[in-house]
Nanobody, 128 residues
C-alpha cells in the first residue's frame, strides 16, 4: 500500500519561505499525477499546485509566481517551495496522488476528487 508522508510545515512570518516535501513509500506504484492542496479552518479544501507524469504543471492563481512544485523521482519525493508567504496562506497542506491508470483532464488537476491517495497533512502558519 502506497503512503504519502508530508513534512516541512511550520510557522513563519509574512514574506518568509517554506519547502514542503511529500515522500511516497510502500508498494512502488506509478504516480499518474500529484497535487498539493490546502485547507484553512472553516474553508473548503483547495488545490494549490499539481504535476502530471508528463511534467505538465498547473498552479492556483493565488500562488502563481510564489509557489513552485517539483519532484525528485530518484527519491520518490515531491516538493512545494513556497516563497513570499502571506497570512492567507495559513492552512493544513496535503499532498495527494492518483495511482490508478485512467484518463485525466489537465484542467481538473486542482480538484480534490481527482485523487485517490492522500497524506496526513502538515500545518503552515504565516504571521503578519
Amino acid at each position: 500500500q502506497v503512503q504519502l508522508v508530508e513534512s516541512g510545515g511550520g510557522s513563519v512570518q509574512a514574506g518568509g519561505s517554506l519547502n514542503l516535501s511529500c515522500v511516497t513509500s510502500g508498494y512502488t506504484s506509478t504516480v499518474y499525477y500529484m497535487g498539493w492542496f490546502r485547507q484553512a479552518p472553516g474553508k473548503e479544501r483547495e488545490g494549490v499546485a499539481a504535476v502530471d507524469m508528463f511534467r505538465y504543471i498547473t498552479y492556483a492563481d493565488s500562488v502563481k509566481g510564489r509557489f513552485t512544485i517539483s519532484q525528485d523521482s530518484a527519491k520518490n519525493t515531491y516538493y512545494l517551495q513556497m516563497n513570499s508567504l502571506k497570512p492567507e496562506d495559513t492552512a493544513a497542506y496535503y499532498c495527494a496522488a492518483q495511482l490508478t491508470s485512467r484518463p485525466w483532464v489537465r484542467a481538473r488537476l486542482l480538484r480534490s476528487e481527482e485523487y485517490n491517495t492522500w497524506g496526513q497533512g502538515t500545518q503552515v502558519t504565516v504571521s503578519s
